[in-house]
């Protein structure tokens, strides 16, 4: 979730800069160094607008080109400018994406990020939204989703977000009040600490390997739901699975198969997770929603689609 930033007539893709150092390199002008300083921030901003890895790299590095294109100008407020910019370049790919998705073969989950203290990345680290709370941002408009980001993840106030997406503060306040409503309608807010989340995980994954059914009965809420997302290059259950039972029997059948893979825990979007290995090759990523209490599962988001995986592949590796 990056760009080398080289001269000023030749920008290197936004997608490359944290894997290579960017903060080793020197940096030739003022204007490379605001976007430098900021590019966590845009890239944080944009993924949790858009979901994927792959589209926030592209705006990131549209963000930059935009904002090579006024140097010659002076900005009196760098960040603001930037993040307007990207803001408005993700909701124009947002609106592409969608379309697009219209065709797309099961179930489609937002592409997972890999967080937590060793990641090496830090814009995924930052502000990350879980993988069930961005399957819920998806059932928002565009604009919505633009103010709802930028209000209750980032804190920007109403009068910050109308000017970057050049709308009335009445209007931007109507546009959050609906988000939130629309967003805890469908999944009401609670805190669980990291010990909590590691407990459930572990039952989780205890009696999943284990292939004990009464066992996974037990650790799964009664309205747990699990996503699986193929994109009909993989194998995977064409619709959202719903119940206690019938998810306790998918996930049954699913381990039995696992003996061939090696699993690795992870903490995935800021939430726990794992990920599976065939022959060193990452296959399938599975991230969980405990419930409040934290003593079971209710959401399961297991990703295979391959294209989903290539960016986590290149920052996971198995052991």
């Known amino acids: 979730m990056t760009p080398t930033i080289g001269v000023m007539e030749t920008p290197v893709s936004p997608s490359k800069t944290s894997r290579e150092g960017p903060r080793d390199r020197p940096v030739p ?3 490379s160094e605001d ?24 705006v990131v590095q549209e963000t930059w080109l935009s904002w090579a294109a006024v140097q010659d100008r002076e900005i009196a ?12 370049h993700a909701l124009t790919q947002m609106r592409r994406a969608r379309r697009s998705r219209e065709s797309y073969i099961g179930p489609w989950l937002p592409e997972p990020v890999l967080t937590g203290p060793d990641t090496p990345d830090t814009a995924i680290r930052t502000e990350s939204v879980s993988l069930a709370m961005l399957v819920v941002l998806e ?23 109308a000017a970057i997406l050049g709308r009335s503060s009445a209007a931007v306040r109507q546009l959050a009040h609906r988000a939130k409503e629309r967003v805890e309608a469908r999944r009401p807010r609670y805190d669980l600490d990291r010990g909590t989340q590691r407990i459930v995980t572990e039952r989780f994954l205890d009696a999943a390997l284990g292939g004990d059914l009464d066992a996974l009965m037990d650790v799964l809420a009664p309205e747990v739901v699990m996503w699986s997302d193929g994109g009909g290059k993989r194998r995977a259950a064409l619709r959202v699975v719903e119940g206690r039972d019938k998810v306790a ?11 061939t893979f090696a699993l690795r825990p992870v903490q995935l979007n800021g939430g726990p997770g794992v990920v599976l290995f065939a022959g060193g090759t990452l296959y399938a990523a599975a991230a969980l929603d405990p419930a409040p209490g934290g003593d079971r599962v209710r959401g399961i988001y297991g990703l295979v ?13 198995p052991g």
């Open 29 to 31: 002008d003022a204007g």
């Open 35 to 58: 976007f430098l300083v900021h590019r966590e921030l845009l890239f944080s901003i944009v993924y949790n607008m858009l979901g994927t890895v792959t589209d926030t790299e592209d």
């Open 77 to 88: 407020h760098p960040r603001a400018y930037l993040v307007r910019i990207a803001v408005n």
């Open 139 to 161: 059932t928002l408009t565009p604009l919505q989703r633009a103010v709802f980001v930028l209000r209750e993840a980032f804190a920007y106030d109403h009068a910050e977000i």
């Open 249 to 259: 029997r998918l996930v049954a059948g699913v381990s039995a198969q696992l003996p």
């Open 305 to 317: 689609n391959p294209d989903k995986l290539a960016k986590l592949a290149e920052t996971v590796r």
